[in-house]
């Protein structure tokens, strides 16, 4: 199976990065598809923590093309000083390919971020601020910049400058503060100068390496209930990260892609507002945060903890075509009494069969839970599966019945090797 999708399949930040680094040993090149710099992706090895935004979470090894695909926006500030940052810690990054059909993040992006969620009053969304939907929005509206376009500096001066002028104009009237348009052009000018070398088309890069026997990793930000058309609208993010927005984001067919795995933390977390009927909002909540250490490695914020959740779960095994689960974060619970495992929702009495496709249904929905014993007892050495205790073993069990695909990977802990093969 040449090409293998990594898709969350929860809210974010269920381990996607520490599944990628170690299915990378298998892979010759990791393509983020979707997204931008919203994502944090952290690998640990050692004492060495990782924490990537835009550069694919394959880039710790000397094999790995890094390839950055057209569904990716692309802000070059970040790009250029998480490049920086890794090059002074030895990595190197002269390998990595960003599409020319990516299309490019500018401040007026973050500043209509800032406006749009100031302007949402109690209904923000708790974007990252990051200007992503507002790239988006421009990539829908035929006026964004893309990455090819920094190939001829004298067009693309011109075009940075009118669209400069023009978000300056419309910004000041609906009321933000003016950009420093001189001071933008200067910047911008000077990166992509940079980003010029980087440059390809990566539709051929990856079936020109496909076609010559290399393996495929694409790698999903955000995830499966923060999708623009199948999460939780509108407290999602702006682009596709199912899995068929892989293909979309890539120029990849359906027909390449074999494999499709779906992170899952052993628990949930969302970090933004928006419905979560599972969300526990007591002291066992406050525990899952601290052991999980549950905070955002983009913004700091809080994550929001609640039990795992099977009826979504397995609406992302329909969304994704998940061929299997890796499981992260097994030993986050090995000092809780008991473990919970929502296996339906009921709503007025009545089970609901299908995830809801109305969010005011979602957060009105009652959880049904399985409780079952928790194995008191540390599971960060364990290599086996015959080595979990019964308990963990259980809990294993029963999410695979109840999601009806199999648990490959288990992790343990968050260092690269901190993981077993379950299944
Ligand atoms: P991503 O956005 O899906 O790549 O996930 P993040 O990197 O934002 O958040 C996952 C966090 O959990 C990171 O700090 C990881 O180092 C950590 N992590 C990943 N897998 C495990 C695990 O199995 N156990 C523990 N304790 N931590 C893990
Ligand atoms: P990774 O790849 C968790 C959330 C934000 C907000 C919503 C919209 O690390 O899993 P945006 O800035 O994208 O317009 O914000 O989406 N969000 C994430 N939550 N993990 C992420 O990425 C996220 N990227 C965006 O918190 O609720
Ligand atoms: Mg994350």
Same mark, same amino acid.
């Given at each position: ?5 990594? !898709? ?10 520490? #599944?990628?680094?170690? +299915? ?59 490049? $920086? ?52 929005? $421009? ?52 990166? *992509? *100068?940079?980003?010029?070398?980087? !440059? ?10 496909? *076609? ?23 407290? #999602? ?6 899995? =068929?927005?892989?293909? *979309? ?42 052991? =999980? ?28 075509? +998940? ?47 399985? $409780? ?30 109840? !999601? ?20």
């Amino acid at each position: 199976m040449p090409v293998t999708v990594v !898709v969350g399949a929860q809210w974010g930040d269920e381990g996607k990065a520490k #599944v990628i680094d170690l +299915l990378s040993k298998e892979h010759g090149y990791v393509v983020r598809y979707q997204g931008g710099h919203n994502a944090g992706h952290t690998v640990v090895v050692g004492d060495e923590r990782y924490a990537l935004q835009l550069i694919p979470s394959g880039i710790l090894y000397d094999h790995v093309v890094p390839v950055i695909g057209n569904g990716v926006v692309v802000d070059m500030v970040t790009l250029f000083n998480e490049i $920086d940052t890794l090059e002074r810690r030895g990595i190197s990054c002269s390998r990595l390919v960003v599409s020319s059909h990516a299309h490019l993040i500018f401040p007026w992006h973050q500043a209509w971020d800032a406006l749009a969620e100031a302007g949402r009053g109690d209904a923000k969304i708790g974007t990252t601020l990051k200007g992503i939907g507002p790239a988006y929005a $421009d990539k829908a509206r035929r006026v964004g910049i893309r990455a090819g376009e920094v190939l001829d500096a004298g067009s693309f001066a011109q075009a940075l400058k009118e669209r400069a002028v023009a978000e300056n104009t419309t910004l000041v009237a609906a009321g933000g503060a003016a950009l420093d348009v001189d001071a933008i052009v200067t910047q911008f000018a000077a990166l *992509a *100068a940079r980003l010029a070398p980087y !440059v390809g088309d990566t539709v051929s890069v990856l079936h020109d390496a496909l *076609a010559s026997g290399q393996h495929l990793l694409l790698e999903g930000a955000q995830a499966t209930f923060l999708d623009l058309d199948h999460g939780t609208y509108p407290y #999602v993010t702006s682009s596709n990260p199912t899995a =068929g927005g892989a293909c *979309a984001g890539t120029g990849l067919g359906p027909r390449d892609i074999g494999r499709i795995v779906g992170i899952t933390k052993a628990y949930t977390t969302r970090v933004g507002a928006g419905p979560f009927p599972t969300e526990l909002l007591d002291d066992l909540g406050d525990k899952l945060v601290d052991i =999980g250490r549950e905070f955002g490695t983009v913004t700091g914020r809080r994550r929001r903890p609640g039990w795992i959740d099977c009826v979504m779960l397995r609406q992302a095994v329909r969304l994704n075509s +998940l061929t299997e689960l890796a499981l992260t974060k097994l030993d986050v619970f090995d000092t809780f009494e008991h473990v919970r495992v929502c296996t339906g929702y009921r709503v007025g009495g009545a089970m609901l069969r299908n995830y809801p496709d109305r969010m005011e249904l979602l957060a009105d929905v009652e959880p049904v839970y399985a $409780d079952l014993p928790g194995w008191n007892q540390s599971l960060g050495a364990v290599r086996e599966a015959a080595q979990l205790p019964a308990e963990a073993q259980a809990f294993l069990r029963l999410v695979e019945t109840e !999601v009806g695909v199999p648990i490959r990977i288990v992790g343990v802990g968050a260092e690269r090797d901190d993981y077993l093969l379950w299944s």
